[in-house]
């Protein structure tokens, strides 16, 4: 058990579909993040949220919708995606926003996301 | 901006073997560094750390060593199991509290 619980596991969506991925700390952190994780890339930033409110969009198109209803939940919202978007989608918690050495970053196991 | 690069896998190796994961960084100043873990079907962890320069972090009989002078922060393990088979991730973030992270090195350990 991680602390940071993300559903579904794995997501199978067409272009047309509309489906929203969720993310729930039970950590007591302040901020939340996703990321994008991709083979042989680096792992991208997408959003940060910080006590509810966002603070970071990595140039991330507007297919990808973040809401943060509160501290201990986000959610992804997806809408007309590529096929490039096939990826898998982490969510990471922090006390402080950041994740440096005296607050690191707690990951989920992630969403596996194939888009058709 | 501040980068890291490592090295590309993947790294393939027999039990008990030695394993190093190359790191090197670019940044404007002198940023905290970090290893994490990402284990089959799981999300990241994080294995160890260091802050400074000639700082030593270590877990689960991993190491690694800040040398600012190479700018590096190499993954070393002096004798590898199977369960240590999974993705590492070099990271740092400095002050801008940004954590940027390399593109991941797949180990295989085989038995």
């Known amino acids: 058990e991680t602390g940071v619980t993300q559903t579904p596991r794995h997501l199978v969506m067409g272009m047309t579909n509309k489906k929203s991925l969720k993310c729930e700390q039970h950590l007591g952190h302040n901020a939340m993040y996703w990321y994008k994780q991709s083979a042989k890339k680096p792992l991208e930033l997408m959003f940060v949220y910080n006590f509810k409110e966002q603070t970071e969009n990595n140039s991330v198109p507007s297919r990808f919708s973040p809401e943060c209803p509160n501290s201990s939940h986000l959610f992804l919202h997806l809408h007309t995606l590529q096929p490039e978007d096939s990826a898998l989608y982490l969510c990471a918690s922090s006390q402080a926003m950041g994740g440096s050495i005296n607050s690191p970053l707690h990951f989920g196991n992630g969403t596996r996301l194939t888009v058709t | 901006g501040n980068s890291v690069t490592q090295m590309e896998g993947p790294v393939t190796l027999s039990e008990e073997a030695f394993l190093t994961i190359n790191c090197t960084y670019t940044?404007?100043?002198?940023?905290?560094l970090f290893w994490y873990v990402q284990y089959p079907g799981e999300g990241l962890q994080l294995l160890l750390k260091?802050?400074?320069?000639?700082d030593k972090g270590s877990n689960k009989g991993f190491e690694a060593t800040y040398r600012k002078e190479t700018t590096s922060f190499h993954l070393e393990k002096g004798s590898v199991q199977v369960s240590d088979s999974a993705v590492y991730f070099c990271?740092?973030?400095?002050?801008?509290?940004?954590?940027?992270f390399g593109a991941g090195t797949t180990v295989t350990v085989r038995a």
């Open positions: 940044a404007t100043g002198y940023p905290s």
């Open positions: 990271a740092l973030i400095m002050d801008d509290y940004k954590l940027s």
């Open positions: 260091a802050t400074k320069a000639d």
